[in-house]
């Protein structure tokens, strides 16, 4: 299966240990951070044991600037519990608000209608992240309810607004 994936400005593909230090810059941010489930990443060592641990089966990807090709941001389509292909990426705050996380969204959904045969999508986001909604709507998802979703830790809950995507 190819997991490399290129669109107008980036190329999606695998994780590498070597990502580390492009990595860090976004899950040591705090404002990144503030809405994720993960903890804030204090060293790049941590950004390195997470990658390192990624398998391929948990389709996770970079996305990498082909212009320079730094990692700006990451993110992973696979199986949820019910058994829909759920969609998740973060980015690097210096790269919001330029259409990166949609195209590498866009992207992630397509290979998962290609190559994993997906037809259905769900998504979510913390009510209060209007940008991360406003990048699922533009990737076709619609709402179904609102909710809850916790820290890994459960040291936070977020009220979290659920959305689902079909394609034919």
């Given at each position: ?109 397509q290979w ?45 809950t977020f ?10």
């Amino acid at each position: 299966m190819d997991y490399r994936i290129e669109t107008e400005r980036l190329i999606l593909r695998p994780l590498q240990v070597s990502d580390s230090a492009d990595v860090f810059e976004w899950v040591g941010d705090p404002v990144v951070n503030r809405y994720m489930p993960y903890p804030l990443y204090q060293t790049e060592e941590q950004a390195r044991e997470w990658i390192a641990q990624i398998k391929p089966e948990d389709h996770e990807f970079a996305f990498s600037l082909k212009s320079t090709g730094k990692v700006i941001g990451a993110g992973s389509i696979g199986l949820n519990e019910e058994r829909v292909y759920e969609i998740g990426y973060n980015l690097n705050r210096s790269y919001w608000g330029k259409g990166y996380a949609t195209e590498a969204a866009k992207a992630m959904i397509q290979w998962a209608y290609q190559q994993l045969g997906a037809r259905e999508f769900a998504a979510s986001h913390a009510t209060a992240n209007a940008a991360s909604g406003n990048v699922l709507r533009k990737c076709g998802f619609q709402f179904v309810r609102y909710g809850q979703y916790s820290r890994f830790d459960g040291s936070e809950t977020f009220d979290a607004t659920f959305l689902s995507l079909h394609l034919d």
